[in-house]
C-alpha cells in the first residue's frame, strides 16, 4: 500500500495517510513534474497507457506522480523519472504552485525541469509514448481538443502562456 504525506496549507507534513485515503478524505499532498526540453526548446510530452487508472491515454508532463512518504520532493520526481521513461539528468527545480480542482483533493505541485534529447525507455504500463512539441504545437492540440492531464494544463497555461 502506498502512503503520502498530507500537507497543511504552508506545505509542512501533518500526517500521513494511504493515497487511497487521501484522496476519499480530499486531503491536501504533493505531486510532483518534470519538464523536459531538448536543446531547440521543445517539451516533451507522454501519452499516458490507456492502463493507468486517472487520465488513461491523456498528453500529461514527461514524468509526474506522487510523492510518498518520507521522500523528498527531488528524490519522488528522480525515482519517477526512472520509473516512467527509464532513464534521468540532472532536475533544477522550476515551481511550486497549489493546484485547486473540483473532484480532487488540493496539491502542491513540485516541478522540476531538465534539458534530455533521449533516448527514453518508457515503461509501456504507464506510457504509450513520449515526444517533443513546440509551445504552437501544443496550443493548437488543445485547441483542437486533444485530452490534456488537468495539471499539465495548469501548468502550461500559469507558465508558458497556453490558453
Same mark, same amino acid.
Given at each position: 500500500?502506498?502512503?503520502?504525506?498530507?500537507?497543511?496549507?504552508?506545505?509542512?507534513?501533518? %500526517?500521513?495517510?494511504?493515497?487511497?485515503?487521501?484522496?476519499?478524505?480530499?486531503?491536501?499532498?504533493?505531486?510532483?513534474?518534470?519538464?523536459?526540453?531538448?536543446?531547440?526548446?521543445?517539451?516533451?510530452?507522454?501519452?499516458?497507457?490507456?492502463?493507468?487508472?486517472?487520465?488513461?491515454?491523456?498528453?500529461?508532463?514527461?514524468?509526474?506522480?506522487?510523492?510518498?512518504?518520507?521522500?523528498?520532493?527531488?528524490?519522488?520526481?528522480?525515482? %519517477?523519472? %526512472?520509473?516512467?521513461?527509464?532513464?534521468?539528468?540532472?532536475? %533544477?527545480?522550476?515551481?511550486?504552485?497549489?493546484?485547486?480542482?473540483?473532484?480532487?483533493?488540493?496539491?502542491?505541485?513540485?516541478?522540476?525541469?531538465?534539458?534530455?534529447?533521449?533516448?527514453?525507455?518508457?515503461?509501456?504500463?504507464?506510457?504509450?509514448?513520449?515526444?517533443?512539441?513546440?509551445?504552437?504545437?501544443?496550443?493548437?492540440?488543445?485547441?483542437?481538443?486533444?485530452?490534456?492531464?488537468?495539471?499539465?494544463?495548469?501548468?502550461?497555461?500559469?507558465?508558458?502562456?497556453?490558453?
Amino acid at each position: 500500500m502506498e502512503f503520502l504525506d498530507v500537507v497543511d496549507k504552508n506545505d509542512k507534513v501533518v %500526517e500521513k495517510a494511504s493515497k487511497e485515503d487521501v484522496y476519499k478524505k480530499r486531503l491536501r499532498h504533493r505531486i510532483v513534474h518534470i519538464l523536459i526540453f531538448n536543446k531547440k526548446g521543445e517539451i516533451a510530452l507522454q501519452l499516458r497507457s490507456k492502463e493507468v487508472s486517472f487520465c488513461p491515454h491523456h498528453w500529461s508532463t514527461a514524468v509526474g506522480g506522487h510523492v510518498q512518504s518520507g521522500e523528498t520532493c527531488e528524490e519522488a520526481a528522480l525515482r %519517477e523519472y %526512472e520509473e516512467e521513461l527509464g532513464v534521468k539528468s540532472e532536475i %533544477e527545480f522550476f515551481s511550486k504552485d497549489l493546484y485547486q480542482a473540483e473532484g480532487t483533493p488540493e496539491k502542491f505541485l513540485i516541478t522540476f525541469k531538465t534539458i534530455y534529447e533521449g533516448p527514453f525507455k518508457i515503461n509501456p504500463s504507464a506510457v504509450e509514448e513520449i515526444e517533443f512539441f513546440d509551445m504552437k504545437t501544443v496550443q493548437n492540440m488543445i485547441n483542437k481538443g486533444e485530452k490534456f492531464h488537468p495539471e499539465l494544463l495548469f501548468l502550461l497555461r500559469k507558465h508558458f502562456g497556453i490558453k
